[in-house]
């Protein structure tokens, strides 16, 4: 029986637009796009923020959907939505959807995997961020921002 190889296209493909085209200039920026994106979600939801050179936002993708408590997350699927996207930098955000935005044990071990993967293929990771009920917390910064007042 002859086997015939598959000639293969990747592509990334736009699902929908945000009103305006927002920079990553900083945290209170990021979560002010972000959070809209969050809000009502009952599980878990990675996304990645991909950023050009000049911390544009080209693109944000969900890289994982999980239950309640946790998603599975791969480093391997944030480096490939990165690659696709051509970005340069990226900034990690996820949600919990029990409202309390502290990070976990998990959610800093993950984070210093990408960042380790991420840095093979040159691109950074400026935050991780994790939005909770009414806050949301910036492993950056280390510190839990207000979203209502932003």
């Not at 959070?35 to 599980?43: R, W």
């Not at 309640?68 to 970005?87: C, F, H, Q, S, T």
Request: no cysteine; aromatic share 6%.
């Amino acid at each position: 029986m002859k086997r015939y190889t598959p000639i293969l296209e990747i592509r990334m493909k736009k699902t929908r637009y945000l009103t305006d085209q927002p920079t990553a200039g900083n945290v209170e920026e990021v979560i002010s796009v972000m959070k809209p994106l969050y809000d009502g979600l009952t599980v878990e939801h990675f996304k990645v923020i991909l950023l050009s050179s000049k911390n544009n936002i080209i693109g944000i993708i969900t890289v994982a959907t999980g239950t309640i408590d946790k998603a599975a997350i791969y480093p391997r699927e944030v480096m490939k939505a990165a690659i696709l996207g051509n970005a340069t930098a990226i900034i990690l955000t996820h949600n919990h959807p029990g409202g309390d935005p502290a990070p976990s044990y998990f959610d800093r071990e993950v984070t210093e995997k990408i960042r380790e993967v991420a840095g093979i293929f040159d691109i950074k990771v400026h935050d991780h961020i994790i939005f909770g009920e009414k806050k949301a917390y910036s492993m950056t910064s280390d510190r839990i921002v207000d979203t209502l007042t932003i």
